[in-house]
């Protein structure tokens, strides 16, 4: 009870911030270089990315593997399940973020899943670097349409906090 009333007053804090900036500074990070695999861990995904400079912003595509070892052993679908790259200055003042948002899947069904993003690079004229967050959410059993969830649900999230 103590742990959701602390997630409450969080989520309560992060809302009424609303105008402040985001920053990925507690986040890995590596710098946007043009056509250079590069990879970030994470505690639940690794991201394998290559960047790719657009007419107008920049793209990235690549392929996030699951860190299953970590996951409960009940665990068998994505429930939810999205993935936000992060484009920030060398401070981890983010300028730019995009949000891509799976389908719900049974884990095991494939050892990566494939994202690409394109979004506005932020005007910055100086040294931008890229950083990865996720939203998951892991069942025991699939959701179904106007039906109340069954079974166990795991919750874990990484991603840009508000100064």
């Not at 043009?34 to 990235?60: C, D, S, Y």
């Not at 948002?101 to 690079?121: C, M, N, Q, T």
């Not at 179904?144 to 166990?152: D, L, T, V």
């Amino acid at each position: 009870m103590k742990r959701a009333g602390l997630l409450i007053l969080l989520l309560i804090t992060f809302v009424l911030q609303g105008c402040a900036q985001l920053s990925v500074s507690h986040l890995d990070k590596r710098p946007w270089i043009a056509e250079a695999p590069q990879t970030i861990h994470m505690r639940f995904w690794r991201f394998e990315f290559m960047n790719m400079p657009l007419k107008e912003g920049v793209g990235l595509q690549g392929m996030a593997y699951p860190n299953t070892e970590l996951f409960p052993d009940w665990a068998r679908w994505y429930d939810q399940l999205a993935f936000t790259v992060y484009l920030s200055e060398s401070s981890g003042t983010v300028v730019s973020s995009a949000q891509l948002d799976v389908l719900p899947r049974e884990l095991g069904k494939e050892p990566a899943i494939p994202f690409e993003f394109r979004l506005p690079s932020g005007g910055a004229d100086t040294p931008l670097y890229v950083s990865f967050g996720y939203r998951m959410v892991l069942a025991e059993t699939p959701w179904k349409p106007g039906a109340r969830q069954e079974g166990r649900i795991y919750f874990a999230h990484e991603g840009a906090l508000s100064r």
